[in-house]
């Protein structure tokens, strides 16, 4: 497989901004609207069973968020069913999350360095559990692996992408558009590692 240059990460996360625009903050705005529910009700019973609600909530919202990013950047429509992950998905999404952050906030306590190399290694994780539905230590493992002979690529793509997001969001306008843009790049990675990128058009051949 070729390398993933900073271009190509830029490039990706731009097209699918441009492209998904409205969708990506429609998206926002159901997570906002349908948190804001959730916790009414949560709250108007107990403010502990408000609490479960509101971090439940956050986390499938978190999960369909992430999901749809993947749909849309591979040339599927919009899904609202991604919002309402299934138990077993749910359950691994939190339990993967708890590991990497175990494994890797360790890292970054005891060496900068090797915790910003495990993060790498474990970024697509909670695509691999979302998109492919494996469980917890199956897309621990799968992302070590798929990420073997890439952390560079990714690395330096996701840091001087968001670099460069930062630097225009000094601006409101720009602002509103590094954000997807941003998020788009996130999940470069996992769509080029797994060659599920939105194919192109056949180019039309004039004689």
């Excluded at 916790?39 to 107990?46: E, H, P, T």
């Excluded at 558009?177 to 180019?203: C, G, H, Q, W």
Aim: include cysteine; aromatic fraction near 14%.
């Amino acid at each position: 497989m070729e390398k993933m240059g900073i271009g190509d990460f830029l490039n990706f996360g731009f097209e699918n901004a441009k492209k998904h625009f409205a969708k990506f903050f429609g998206a926002i705005l159901l997570c906002i609207v349908g948190l804001g529910i959730i916790s009414m009700i949560g709250f108007g019973i107990s403010s502990f069973i408000g609490t479960i609600f509101l971090l439940v909530g956050s986390v499938a919202a978190s999960m369909g968020f992430m999901q749809n990013i993947i749909i849309l950047a591979k040339g599927d429509s919009f899904s609202f069913k991604a919002f309402i992950p299934q138990p077993m998905v749910f359950l691994n999404f939190l339990l993967a999350s708890i590991i990497v952050m175990i494994i890797v906030g360790i890292g970054l306590v005891l060496f900068i360095i090797p915790g910003l190399i495990l993060s790498v290694m474990f970024s697509l994780v909670p695509y691999l559990i979302l998109d492919e539905k494996m469980g917890a230590l199956e897309a621990v493992k799968a992302s070590m692996q798929r990420t073997k002979g890439h952390k560079g690529d990714i690395f330096w793509g996701l840091i001087i992408s968001s670099f460069l997001g930062e630097l225009l969001s000094v601006f409101i306008i720009t602002l509103f558009f590094t954000i997807p843009m941003l998020t788009f790049v996130s999940a470069y990675p996992y769509l080029r590692l797994t060659n599920k990128l939105d194919p192109e058009p056949p180019k039309q051949v004039t004689e």
